[in-house]
């Protein structure tokens, strides 16, 4: 039998107290007796329930997690066109394979692409930038820099000419070739490029015969030559060859540019076509390395088709001295003369200037922004200003024309 509650026990014996006291018969008892009865029981009631009751635990409040949001893509930013990444080349945009071939003047060597024997070029894959421009009589000629890349084949190699002065300049390179016109070109070269230009083929391996002593059995090696006008004290360990820009993304705007077109006369033509697979411009030619007849442009080196990530072509000045002697105004291009880039299967019309002779050559929209080259290797086309274009559904061509 479970024991009787306090409270309970008190209030049996109260009554029996009563009931002693006064015999059997119970009085009545007046309205404020038994409220002051009732309230004495409800107060023990409340004690023993106090009592007895556990006490009673607020809970604790969890903490709140904020989930963490999913981090928002960025864009990478451009690169140049006045500091560049560590280890990346300013002519291309890219890292290279080797961070120490920047701390050394860019090479040019010196490319015929008018053959005798069906010859086609070396080397050419490997540069940075190729610079193509009229020599006259319907020819034209290259210019190959190699400054993140070397190439130990580069050729044919022929003789210099007077735009090679503002190229050498601008780039702070040194030059390659086999000769060149003792009386109108070469005194020229000294206003630009003093001592930087070599004129022979027995540096061997720099620019070497290769023993056949023909026209175009002279190639270079881009590596020696540079180690070459090193040891002669035209070392220059880091160049500053800022004002290129590049970024992956396409810019704004432009127009369809799949193919670009591109003669000097004289039966001689050239094609870029772009090819959506590679994302580069590849270089097809009809000359007479081909029997005249269009044909992929391949580096003898590699046995691979030439490709490039932008094709420029730029309007400059020429001025015409005989049939094979120009000049071709570079240097001191400040105002700004049209130009037109394609890249990623599209072109832009631009502007190009080169206000500083130690700097490249900048390219602007029309914004008078730097303009994003695609990272990568660079075909530039050097025309007249008075040159032909004509455009037909994204396929461009242009014919040159002096000045």
């Known amino acids: 039998m479970k024991k009787l509650s306090g409270f309970v026990f008190v209030l049996l014996t109260f009554s029996f107290m009563v009931s002693a006291c006064v015999g059997s018969t119970m009085p009545t008892l007046t309205d404020a007796e038994q409220t002051a009865i009732a309230g004495t029981v409800t107060a023990v009631f409340s004690e023993k329930l106090t009592q007895q009751a556990p006490p009673t635990e607020t809970p604790t409040a969890l903490p709140t997690q904020t989930p963490t949001p999913e981090p928002t893509p960025t864009e990478a930013p451009a690169i140049g066109p006045v500091t560049y990444p560590e280890g990346v080349d300013p002519l291309t945009g890219l890292q290279v394979e080797n961070p120490e071939l920047l701390n050394r003047r860019p090479v ?121 006008f090193n040891s002669i004290g035209y070392a220059l360990d880091n160049p500053d060859l800022s004002g290129m820009a590049f970024h992956e993304t396409p810019p704004e705007g432009g127009e369809a540019g799949v193919s670009a077109w591109i003669t000097f006369g004289g039966g001689e033509g050239a094609e870029f076509v772009y090819d959506e697979t590679s994302g580069k411009y590849l270089r097809f030619a009809m000359d007479e390395t081909t029997s005249n007849v269009y044909a992929p442009s391949i580096d003898q080196n590699t046995g691979e088709q ?98």
């Open 108 to 228: 040019i060597m010196k490319i015929s692409n008018h053959q005798i024997d069906y010859q086609s070029q070396w080397g050419l894959s490997k540069a940075d930038l190729v610079f193509e421009y009229f020599i006259g009589w319907g020819a034209n000629r290259f210019a190959a820099l190699y400054y993140g890349q070397d190439s130990d084949r580069i050729g044919p190699v022929r003789s210099i000419r007077r735009v090679d002065g503002h190229l050498g300049s601008l780039y702070q390179a040194v030059v390659g070739s086999t000769g060149g016109d003792g009386a109108d070109v070469l005194p020229y070269l000294y206003n630009f490029i003093p001592g930087r230009f070599f004129i022979d083929k027995y540096l061997c391996p720099g620019v070497c015969d290769d023993g056949r002593n023909m026209v175009y059995s002279v190639f270079g090696n881009s590596a020696a030559l540079s180690e070459y």
């Open 306 to 403: 030439l490709a490039f990530s932008n094709v420029i072509v730029i309007n400059a000045v020429y001025t015409e001295y005989k049939t094979t002697l120009h000049s071709i105004d570079l240097i001191g291009n400040t105002g700004g003369l049209p130009a037109t880039v394609f890249r990623d299967g599209k072109a832009y019309g631009i502007i190009w200037k080169a206000p500083d002779s130690g700097k490249p050559i900048q390219f602007f929209d029309g914004s008078g922004n730097p303009f994003l080259l695609k990272p990568g290797n660079s075909w530039i086309v050097l025309l007249g200003t008075s040159s032909l274009v004509n455009i037909e559904g994204g396929e461009w061509s242009f014919t040159f024309s002096i000045p």
